[in-house]
């Protein structure tokens, strides 16, 4: 929670599920524009993809609630205004462990009963996003200069993500769209592991001055430049989707037209009979 | 108004708009899908149920008024200072009630003139929930930090119905969104509630206290599992109506086969003789 | 401008120009729905309309600028700070015009030249709205806490105006929508009325106390009284035009049916000859 | 930089940039209705000029990176802390060009590679926009009044022009909302150089008090006013571009016609012998 691994697991999770999102919807982009693709990716594929996710996401969660209730135990050793103070922290960790879990269950039912309306994930994704910008925004209360920015920021980003989702509630499977929300997932899992190594430095001696404006300004900078490293890796994706689907597709095609050959060698062989 | 009472009446009208609107939408949701249904629950029975709706509506603001007049009574034992202000709470609660019977005004009037715009409803709900997050904003003057913010999140969860509302105005009857409002409007209802037990609780020595920080941030938690209460309430509402659903047109089958088979016999018997 | 006439007379105007619209689109609505109206207004009657508003529109805003020139020739009787905080002031309400005479030219070019694109008149209106409520936030320096939130709920009246306009910007014209645009401006209108009254009683004795809070509270009561009464008005509207178009159109069709009348007696009078 | 032709070389390319978007916008739009102009304009020319957009927008960035580098070598005669600053300054323009490179490179990439995603470039300049926004948000710290007023409407411009780019990315080709783009982005070229002149000025007796607030109020005209101005300059660029396309369209047929002409008159001459 309230230290190093506290940031940057979260944020590792965020990331990665952003990196899973950039790929899986390029690859969907990738497959639309060449239809012979579907014989490498099929639609249930997809939807296998869906459900896995979700019971990913359910998985995560639980051990995360399973992590926090651990640490809640060791509380004992403080004061009691300080013990009030980390319970009110769990609880904050909590309720976003929940709208995640809910996200993950959500997935599982929508994509296994036919008759509820898939929306409804978009929707969960869109109230786990913005209920934990709400908690993140309420979540500085009396810290630092810095360490108040840096959570706003998280908060923005994710709350960035949350718009995007909600838009997306309304557009039909729009690929820009998608890799935007999966740039800004990738940019609050990144500012995590970031605020992490600000407020929780290794080296005491490179600790950050936390009052200090002027690392405000930088921050706004690490901030954005995390933003276009996010496109940088979304576009390597991209190639790297694009050049494996040509790939697998052209040595499928070598191997249809050998057993195309084959077949007429067995052919001419039998007229030769 | 400005007591327990106050603050737990409009919290259970509210609380039971939302439940009674996620039913609403869910069968007709349900319906939708399930094409023999309509042998069950025509158009006409979602009409009626819109007129009723409004006449309610209508029914419970008079009452709400009336209920105000006779507070307003009472306060020849204050001084005028305290007099002056609780004429001006009773103006704000005024208001909220006028735009609330312009709804159920507008809902009877657009269902029984044909010639009226439907989404003129819609319109007359946004204005509600909005004139009504705009009063809450401005009802906070002087209060201690949990009441300003307890009335804060009261006028955030209805403006968010309010723009989920403007929102479906554009929308084609979309479910996802109504349920979205549905349970915005739930959550404003318990929140109401919860805001009751914290300002006015009944047993003295266990009262929160208004002026610590660490309450405001308790509060956000209760806040964010409310809402998620209210989709926990939502699915629930939807099995049920499922089941139901299902059930009723099994047993109308059983019933038409049996008229069938009746038939039959009748026939048999008839060829018999 | 800063007297009770300068907040007056702007009030009018914007009352009377929302009411107009609101006859324009319950007029437009009704015609839409009678087809056989088409005999009595035609769409060349919409279209000469327009252009007659967009040269009212122009014409009063040089008006305005001409009157804003005469008060400034008054301000050589002050001291030289009090001259140049009225030189600002000038400027500021002329901008205002400026970007209504740009409507009003608009206006009148687009429904004249085929070739420009129609919806810039609704960029047009959106640009000064969005000024009008910039000119208005930024209006407000050293004014006392009562003055200072009556030009804010200008400033909003007239951005949620715009806001409104923009957003008819991408639909096509939606009776409610237009509607809702017309009761904001009456709204603008109305509220310029009563901050004249507020800020230049006529009786000194009555003049409201602008450092009070429990005003700003009773303040936001009227406002959105003043917002119910523009509806109560557009529904009277409602009702008047709905029934002078059909009282008009069975007059029509009583004369028109005398004239058939008329001439088949006349063919069987020549007949009978 | 933080000097007046630090400010004046962006204002400038911004202004050219909304200069050159309206002019191709008005002349597409006029294209989109005269059908016989596709002989002048082909499809094929304003595909070359996107193409060169990008080239001259990402070269135009990597002069501004080069020259941002020479800046910061002279930092060497300034204080540690003042050095520090002028870093973090150089980072927050380092950013900015970083976002209008990226958006440079994917209009490139966009027009050659047909497989990419169009929309892909509305997101990368609704993305430099919004940067560029965010930045100059948080550039204002320890600034005087009208410093960070002035950085705040450019922010403000900026912002906007990137919500109607993000507006623009959901909508098809909507040549007024391109025209509301491209003159923001001209007002916020005007503002970086009024901003200049605010800042640095050249006569120093008639430098601007920079923590007066009626300076502030002044301001808002003058920002409006460049505002209205944008709209004359796309009027006359809008009368200028018709006329051009008609007179060519004009001249084209006279030599059609002639052509023609010459074609009838060798006829009647080959007849003639």
Redesign the interface.
């Known amino acids: 929670m309230g230290d190093f691994s506290g940031h940057v697991l979260p944020g590792t999770l965020f990331f990665v599920i952003g990196l899973w999102w950039s790929i899986k919807h390029i690859l969907k982009?990738?497959c639309r524009?060449q239809k012979r693709s579907s014989s490498l990716i099929t639609k249930k594929f997809f939807l296998r993809a869906e459900i896995v996710e979700g019971i990913v996401i359910t998985g995560v969660v639980l051990v995360g609630i399973t992590g926090l209730y651990l640490v809640l135990g060791k509380r004992n050793q403080l004061s009691e205004k300080e013990s009030?103070?980390v319970l009110?922290l769990y609880?904050?960790h909590?309720?976003m462990y929940?709208?995640f879990a809910?996200l993950g269950g959500t997935k599982i039912l929508c994509f296994t009963i036919r008759?509820l309306?898939v929306?409804?994930v978009k929707?969960m994704l869109t109230?786990a996003c913005f209920?934990d910008a709400?908690?993140f925004h309420?979540?500085t209360?009396?810290r630092t200069l810095v360490d108040t920015f840096g959570h706003q920021l998280l908060s923005f980003a994710i709350f960035l993500a949350g718009l995007v989702a909600f838009i997306e509630?309304?557009?039909k499977s729009?690929?820009?769209l998608a890799l935007?929300r999966s740039s800004l997932v990738m940019l609050h899992g990144m500012w995590f592991c970031q605020v992490a190594f600000v407020l929780f430095p290794k080296n005491r001696d490179h600790a950050w001055n936390l009052s200090d404006?002027?690392n405000?300004?930088?921050l706004?900078?690490i901030f954005?430049?995390y933003?276009?490293l996010t496109?940088v890796i979304i576009g390597i994706n991209y190639a790297l989707v694009?050049w494996l689907v040509n790939w697998r597709l052209s040595k499928l095609c070598t191997s249809e037209t050998q057993l195309l050959k084959n077949l007429e060698q067995q052919e001419e062989s039998e007229d030769e009979m």
Do not use: K
């Open positions: 982009h990738v524009q009030q103070l009110i609880w904050h909590f309720v929940v709208f809910m008759s309306p929306s409804l929707l109230n209920v709400f908690i309420n979540h209360h009396g509630f309304f557009t729009n690929v820009v935007l404006h002027s405000v300004l930088f706004t900078v954005c430049l933003y276009a496109y694009t």
